[in-house]
């Protein structure tokens, strides 16, 4: 018996929604069931495992060529019925089976759980350790074998390819081609790895692959024009496409790429004359030191933005009377100034950037890691060169470019899964119809959450966290400390040295170490420091003895901007049952404390010494960030819309 044919088309993909307020408020009635069928799923759900489970000793006693008849029955059905009917059941079971077999791992029933979770278009919230890779097998098998292509979404290159490593036995048992995308790849390479059922990439990859086919077709993909170009005889741009539409995203780590990176639009740019881009800089920065904080311009440390004075504007135009060109230009010279004060005043080396062989290289605030083929916009990137004194590039200006919130909410289907999304819950929902639902754990946590510190200066701090990182590797412990920022790594870096301590600094200055660092984490008495990268898609494995001594030890050395990712840093230690334990130590000299007003700034010094209060101080600045953010992605998104229309009306691509 045939197949029946599963059409797909280079157009697949969700219309952008308006966001207006019959859109909000449709959203918000609708958010009320959904938050409660969410809170129900596991209550719900266990017919569906005892009906999955019902399956396992039916497949058990089959020989290799009776599982793959059951691949074409299962595949077959799926095709005919789609991946919501009962066949999907079977699909998990068989799928269960072919990986204990092929991989050595079974699936536990909350992974089902989670699986079928994903499938149905939902983000599954699992605790750190439950095996979020192996779970969202079940759900990319599942869809790949019904026809539907699937995209499974990672944080960088390296997990992508050690994912999909990992589970290609699995696949190639299921009759399903696997692939990966890379940086690097020729356009050849990734056509032909888009073409298989399932494709392992970053979302960096994925969503730049998707700009370049909107600008090989000069916007949005259109059957009539493809049928006019057909009738003409012309060249069909879509056999230059890599991509064919967006089906299913599975997305992990979700909480991390479909918020936290969804501040800044990604673009497709060309480059501009580097030596009017220095003689531009240059000026801008000149300018932006004769201004006086408070006289000419306001620093809104809050919402990182600067706005310039009714004085700085006037005492601006004095100062360029004479300049011309874009100068003469209020618009552009004040716009020009208020970027050229951000790099001098916002921008930091060692938290935002590196200078790395003499270029500048962003560093993701919420990863760790560097992003060496990322620019800032606007300039911005070309003033932070001429503020560093290294190489000028040319500054990119815009041919296509889309926001993370407007990319994904075109999959047909979006799903997702992540170990920290209950504080985003709100927002994953409002902006991508996205529902989270809570997988309980396969054990019982045995995470032990010592009672966090709070002392007066920094210094103070890394003594005590080097102090404290002696006493448990000197009792056969691996400890990790967890810092925000490049400098900081480096700090507790210096203190570990002076007091005679070995351990491994793991940051974006060698993040091409990472997986070897991270391999050799676990050992008996082990230190490593290492920024946010140690906190999302690694396992560090631990031997039976040090499991026997406690297990990891986790120091986290700051408040981050969101509770989701101290909440992930401590999910290193206690993994799958194993015991553990994780600490805060932290000052008042933290960074996130700048975020408060210089008036309320003034009165800590009075502040009682209590931790209790000091705590509640450093979590009240905490909410503070996470709210500006907040408003900072849902800015974005309104401006992004704005300038769609914009583009729209101009002929512009996107």
Known sequence: MLLPEVRLSYSAERDDRTDGWEERLSTAVASLPVRFWSLTYGARMRSALARINAFEPEFEPLDEAGLAREVESVRMSLRRDGVRSRARYRAFALIRELCRRHLGLRHHDVQLLGGLAMLGGHLAEMDTGEGKTL???????????????????????????????????????????????????????????????????????????????????????????????????????????????LHFAIVDEADSVLVDEAK??????????????????????????????????????????????????????????????????????????????????????GDHYLVLEGKVQIVDEYTGRIQPDRSWSDGLHQLIEVKEAVEV????????????????????????????????????????????????????????????????????????????????????????????????????????????????????????????????????????????????????????????RGGLHVILTERHDSARIDRQLEGRCARRGQPGSCEAILSMEDAILELFHESFSSSLASLSSSDAVRLRLLRKAQKRAEASHSRTRRDLLRQDHKLVNLLAFAGGVE
């Open 393 to 548: 590039t040319p500054r990119n200006e815009v041919m296509a470019r889309i926001t993370y919130q407007r990319f994904f909410r075109r999959y047909l289907k979006l799903s997702g899964m992540t170990g920290t999304a209950r504080e985003v819950r709100s927002e994953l929902w409002h902006v991508y119809g996205l529902p989270v639902v809570r997988i309980p754990p396969n054990t019982r946590s045995l995470m032990l959450r010592l009672p966090a510190r709070v002392v007066d200066s920094e210094e103070a701090k890394w003594q005590q966290i080097t102090e404290r990182a002696r006493e448990e590797s000197q009792a056969g412990r691996p400890v990790l400390i967890g810092t925000r920022s490049v400098i900081a790594s480096q700090a507790v870096s210096e203190c570990l040295t002076q007091m005679g301590l070995e351990h491994a600094v793991l940051n974006a200055e060698n993040d091409a170490m990472e997986a070897e660092l991270i391999a050799q984490a676990g050992g008996a008495g082990r230190i490593t420091v290492a920024t946010n990268m140690a906190g999302r898609g690694v396992d560090i494995a631990l031997p039976e003895t040090v499991i026997e």
């Open 135 to 245: 779970t969202a097998s079940l759900a990319a098998a599942t869809a790949a074998m019904a026809g539907i292509p699937v995209h499974v979404v990672t944080v960088n290159d390296y997990l992508a390819e050690r994912d999909a490593e990992n589970l290609a036995p699995l696949y190639a048992a299921l009759g399903i081609r696997v692939a990966v995308i890379k940086g690097g790849m020729e356009p050849a390479a990734r056509r032909k790895a888009y073409a298989t059922e399932i494709v392992y990439c970053s979302n960096k990859e994925l969503v730049f692959d998707y700009l370049r086919d909107r600008v090989t077709l000069a916007g949005k993909p259109s059957d009539m024009r493809r049928r006019i170009r057909n009738l003409l005889g012309e060249e069909a741009p879509e056999s230059r496409l890599v991509m064919r539409g």
């Open 264 to 349: 800044t639009p990604l673009i497709i740019s060309r480059q501009s004359d580097v030596e009017a881009e220095k003689a531009w800089a240059g000026t801008a920065l000149q300018l932006a030191e004769a201004l006086d904080e408070d006289v000419h311009y306001r620093l809104r440390a809050t919402e990182r933005r600067i706005e310039l004075t009714r004085k700085g504007q006037e005492y601006l135009e004095e100062l360029t009377d004479e300049l011309g060109g874009i100068w003469e230009s209020r618009i552009r010279r004040e716009e020009s100034v208020r970027q050229a004060l951000s790099a001098l005043y916002l921008f930091k080396r």
